[in-house]
């Protein structure tokens, strides 16, 4: 099994900027990659960025439009830069890692096999 946790959620004003981490363990060996989704109140979880080991690459929403960045390391930990951050994107940010055997598209939270908590971003106006 593999164990997420994040961190580095908080209120912030807009405009403002947010880093959160994600630390992983257990099993770090099946990840191949790792993404950021987020859910506001009443809609769906919605997927933000992804970042994978093989090859490097990285995957953005485009509501990112260039304001965040991802990263990661050869833990498997990944940070999430978020610059420029409007109410729009108050939510409750989550990381998920997906294993060198699932199929399915980066974009989408069905080809994620294990999750964090999630720690929560308000952004006030």
């Known amino acids: 099994q593999v164990q997420l946790v994040e961190s580095g959620g908080e209120l912030v004003q807009a405009g403002g900027s947010l880093r959160l981490s994600c630390v992983t363990s257990g099993r770090i060996s099946r990840i191949s990659a790792m993404g950021w989704f987020r859910q506001a109140p009443g809609r769906e979880r919605e997927f933000v960025a992804a970042?994978?080991?093989?090859?490097?690459?990285t995957y953005y929403a485009d509501f990112v439009k260039g304001r965040f960045t991802i990263s990661g390391n050869n833990a498997k930990n990944t940070n999430l830069q978020m610059d420029s951050l409007q109410p729009d994107d108050t939510a409750v940010y989550y990381c998920?890692?997906?294993?060198?055997?699932?199929?399915?598209?980066?974009?989408?939270?069905?080809?994620?096999?294990?999750w964090g908590q999630g720690t929560q971003v308000t952004v006030s106006s």
């Open positions: 998920a890692a997906k294993s060198q055997e699932s199929g399915g598209s980066y974009y989408e939270k069905s080809a994620y096999d294990w």
């Open positions: 970042f994978s080991w093989g090859p490097v690459m």
